[in-house]
């Protein structure tokens, strides 16, 4: 099983980056795909996920209109893009993938531990966005 994150890199505030995570060794469609992105001395955090199939997308409150998730089932791939960024998205971003949209949406709060972790995850994409 994998998920490979890329897309990462610097951009200035105001800029834009598209985040892929490219997906194999499961049945991707029967999956739903989350972004999860953790800066430094914090806690994990979604910024969206999408359900399995055709699957509803769902944003972090203070996200929304700004990233945009969707999925390619037929290229096993979720794209997240990111519109005007700003300085404190800068993490790593992570892609990581369970049946349950539920399990990815836990960290949408700030609740900790969590009861059920996801099943896989990638290794993630450093995203850094100057002033």
């Known amino acids: 099983v994998q998920l490979q994150a890329s897309g990462g890199g610097l951009v200035q505030a105001g800029g834009s980056l598209r985040l892929s995570c490219q997906a194999s060794?499961?049945?991707?469609?029967?999956?739903?795909i989350g972004w999860i992105r953790q800066a430094p001395g914090m806690e994990r955090e979604a910024v969206a996920c999408i359900g399995s199939g055709n699957g509803k997308a769902y944003y972090a409150a203070d996200l929304q209109g700004r990233f945009t998730i969707s999925r390619d089932n037929a290229k096993n791939t979720v794209y997240l893009e990111m519109n005007d960024l700003k300085p404190e998205d800068t993490a790593v971003y992570y892609c990581a993938a369970d049946r349950s949209v539920n399990v990815l949406a836990q960290y949408f709060t700030a609740s900790y531990p969590k009861p059920s972790l996801p099943d896989y995850w990638g290794q993630g994409t450093q995203v850094t966005v100057s002033s």
């Open positions: 060794g499961f049945t991707f469609v029967d999956y739903a």
